[in-house]
């Protein structure tokens, strides 16, 4: 039997831990050979042939309408095909991630949720590195604080809910070990850099129009913008004890992941 690993920043993170454990695993998406993708249904019974256990990141977001519902009929689908064990990748804060919670809950496995917000990686993987290597990051946010989370605290507890017993029904909220303004994370970035790089609160309609000028399209820009207004509005400036309760030991903290990256290459 197989565990499936769906999602892109984490779920390369999963399935590399898994293959270092021995344990039988698969990606899938619109570029394996296995073709997955959620809007194409077609696609899913393949992808879930010989499955046991499923870590089940949607992309692009769970905020996205109509994306609790498919998660959940391709929770489903996954039970039927002989799952019995589903780890789902959850948005802390936000009101449609905890509608597809609780569809994926009633789906008849095994069930472990890993919720999050932030993560310390959209600083080097995401769409802010390019602020970052020009030297000024600007975003539409002020001086509300996050609890940002490192994505290799978040794969190794995804794992520990796909491998091991004791996870069932649990929702693990996690957090790194501090509250961090986006200035002040900026700030980490650049001492650990060695260089200078500003933060730039800008408003949002002016961010929204600097990336509908780089191209991107509508439904991205509209995403983006409603993280940025509605999930960061304070709601998840608290610290959650999720990788402690997980894996029996602190969340890394940013200063560490600041570190590790190197910001010139």
């Given at each position: 039997m197989t565990t499936l690993v769906l999602g892109g920043k984490t779920g390369h993170r999963v399935l590399s831990r898994l293959q270092a454990r021995g344990i039988p695993a698969r990606a899938?998406?619109?570029?394996?050979?296995?073709?997955?993708?959620?809007?194409?249904?077609?696609?899913?019974?393949?992808?879930?042939?010989?499955?046991?256990a499923a870590y089940i990141a949607y992309v692009p977001d769970l905020a996205v309408p109509?994306?609790?519902?498919?998660?959940?009929a391709f929770a489903e689908q996954a039970v039927a095909a002989g799952a019995r064990r589903l780890v789902l990748l959850s948005g802390r804060g936000e009101e449609e991630a905890l509608r597809a919670e609780e569809l994926?809950?009633?789906?008849?496995?095994?069930?472990?949720?890993?919720?999050?917000?932030?993560?310390?990686?959209?600083?080097?993987?995401?769409?802010?590195?390019?602020?970052?290597?020009a030297g000024e990051l600007a975003l539409p946010v002020g001086d509300v604080p996050e609890p940002f989370v490192d994505l290799e605290d978040v794969a190794e507890v995804a794992v520990?809910?796909?491998?091991?017993?004791?996870?069932?029904?649990?929702?693990?909220?996690?957090?790194g070990p501090q509250l961090l303004r986006f200035d002040e994370a900026v700030a980490a970035i650049a001492h650990a850099a060695g260089r200078e790089i500003?933060?730039?609160?800008v408003p949002t309609?002016?961010?929204?129009?600097?990336?509908?000028?780089h191209g991107e399209d509508e439904d991205v820009i509209g995403l983006i913008t409603y993280l940025f207004t509605e999930v960061l509005d304070g709601r998840n400036a608290?610290?959650?004890?999720?990788?402690?309760?997980?894996?029996?030991?602190?969340?890394?903290?940013?200063?560490?992941?600041?570190r590790s990256v190197a910001w010139a290459a």
């Open positions: 899938a998406s619109r570029s394996t050979d296995i073709t997955f993708d959620w809007n194409d249904r077609a696609t899913w019974a393949p992808t879930l042939a010989g499955v046991d109509g994306a609790a519902e498919t998660v959940a994926v809950a009633r789906a008849g496995a095994e069930w472990t949720v890993v919720r999050c917000s932030w993560f310390n990686q959209n600083f080097s993987e995401g769409f802010f590195v390019d602020g970052i290597r520990a809910a796909l491998t091991e017993d004791g996870h069932a029904g649990q929702v693990y909220e996690l957090t500003a933060y730039a609160p309609d002016a961010f929204a129009a600097a990336l509908r000028a608290s610290l959650a004890d999720g990788v402690q309760r997980a894996l029996g030991r602190p969340a890394r903290s940013f200063a560490d992941y600041a």
